[in-house]
């Protein structure tokens, strides 16, 4: 589904990709729509449970970042759903708002932050760094560094648009502390 899109998927391709008979796989999925909505229901489990681990903030965004980055598919497919003009699955925009809508009503958070909007342009982030990171990393260790140099700037936007930094020590923290950070290069005089 994430190299051709749903509507590039058949049940019998899926059948010769997992080695299995034709006919045993029609007995699970009768059609491509069946098939392509259980992959998706599988699919926004398993992304809701990532999105809602519990933790600390800055741990948090670092897993879901690594997480994305491990599976680019993830990005592909949700890009061919834009592009089809589909609507990402309602079971999968609706936690993930309200998670944005909590984080929006956390006593850490400007008053004036709009959660929709947030949604949308973490949304945007989670779509297109996974992409990127594959395509401009080098090998696997440079992929890794990219995407901790990339979380510490998202934390940093986060820190000083959405949160405010003094409830958020933890935040704070974890973008001082990053090892991986590229210094700014200096000015001229």
Excluded at 142 to 148: D, N, V
């Amino acid at each position: 589904m994430a190299e051709r899109g749903p509507e590039g998927l058949t049940v019998s391709a899926v059948a010769r990709a997992a080695e299995i008979n034709r006919t045993t796989a029609y007995q699970h999925f009768r059609t491509r729509d069946e098939l392509v909505a259980a992959v998706t229901a599988d699919l926004v489990r398993e992304v809701a449970t990532v999105i809602g681990r519990p933790g600390a903030l800055a741990d948090r965004i670092d897993h879901v970042a690594a997480y994305f980055v491990d599976h680019p598919e993830i990005a592909r497919l949700a890009l061919h759903l834009l592009l089809t003009e589909n609507p990402f699955p309602r079971e999968a925009w609706g936690p993930y708002l309200e998670e944005m809508r909590a984080l929006a009503a956390s006593g850490g958070a400007h008053p004036d932050v709009d959660p929709e909007m947030l949604a949308h342009v973490l949304m945007s982030v989670a779509l297109l760094w996974p992409l990127h990171a594959r395509i401009a990393g080098d090998d696997e260790a440079a992929t890794r560094a990219a995407t901790r140099r990339f979380t510490r700037e998202l934390k940093r936007l986060l820190l000083y648009g959405l949160f405010r930094p003094e409830a958020c020590p933890d935040l704070v923290a974890s973008v001082e502390r990053n090892p991986d950070a590229t210094p700014p290069p200096r000015r001229s005089s």
